[in-house]
């Protein structure tokens, strides 16, 4: 694990081993949820890099700074309790991960999947961005979708469940 998020107080006081910690196993879980998120995070912000050769370091190093922005911003008098602590760490491993060509295969292996056409049919997704290269740099309306996808629905692809988190 990295120096730079070990050493911090939002680190040391949320997710890194406490003495006496009588919610020992909860955090144990947490944290090893957490650098096993920061391996996978870690391979996809890799690539950054190597897509986008003339942006800023956008590596597991900048993911590591943030926790130290994290100290100064929250200061001395707030706290965030370790399952707080696990959000934020989330969301600070995957907040760049998009930005890595590795996303765009995985979001075009997604893209030909039947319960993905139906979601974004349905208008419970939105369509890919203009720049992603499935959509060769073009915006299709509502319509060229409907006509692209007809009109699809879970039972007629094969699927009678919504994926959770999804609106019916």
């Known amino acids: 694990m990295c120096e730079t998020m070990r050493n911090s107080r939002l680190w040391s006081t949320t997710l890194a081993p406490q003495e006496d910690d009588t919610h020992r196993d909860a955090r144990d879980r947490l944290r090893a949820t957490l650098l096993r998120s920061r391996e996978h995070a870690h391979s996809l912000v890799s690539e950054v890099a190597r897509d986008l050769p003339t942006y800023t370091v956008h590596d597991i190093s900048h ?83 409907q006509s692209s996808y007809g009109s699809a629905t879970p039972s007629s692809l094969g699927s009678s469940r919504t994926p959770r988190g999804v609106r019916r």
Not at 75 to 104: C, I, K, T
Not at 107 to 116: E, F, M, V
Not at 136 to 141: D, H, I, L, Q, T
């Open 63 to 145: 993911l590591d700074a943030l926790w130290e922005m994290a100290d100064l911003l929250l200061g001395r008098e707030q706290d965030l309790n370790p399952a707080e602590a696990f959000v934020f760490g989330q969301a600070v491993l995957f907040h760049d991960a998009a930005m890595s060509l590795a996303v765009a295969r995985f979001d075009r292996d997604i893209a030909g999947d039947p319960l993905w056409r139906d979601l974004v049919t349905r208008g419970n997704v939105a369509e890919p961005p203009e720049m992603h290269p499935t959509c060769a740099g073009r915006k299709r309306s509502s319509t060229q979708l």
